[in-house]
């Protein structure tokens, strides 16, 4: 089974308590959305329900995220796992 990219936006703002890094967005690579969403919960949000998601990206570019934040602050997306917001890949 191959694996894919996924970027996901949730709803939220500041002082919502969103895990750090997550109001940018959240790379995850994964099997299929909900490998990834199920990835996403268990590692970033340890299990607790999920804000609304309100945008899913399926096999983002990369190169596309934001250049200034995104980019620098990833690990490699080739491995099935969260590689944005740092600090949530095991």
Request: proline letters at 6%; one cysteine or more; glycine letters at 12%.
């Amino acid at each position: 089974m191959s694996l894919r990219r996924f970027w996901i936006e949730f709803e939220g703002q500041l002082g919502d308590g969103l895990p750090a890094g997550v109001l940018v967005g959240c790379g995850v690579t994964a099997f299929n959305y909900d490998d990834a969403v199920n990835l996403v919960r268990e590692r970033v949000f340890e299990g607790d329900q999920l804000p609304r998601i309100k945008k899913c990206v399926e096999d983002v570019d990369v190169s596309a995220l934001d250049q200034g934040h995104v980019l620098p602050n990833m690990s490699s997306p080739t491995e099935r796992g969260i590689w944005f917001p740092l600090g949530y890949e095991a």
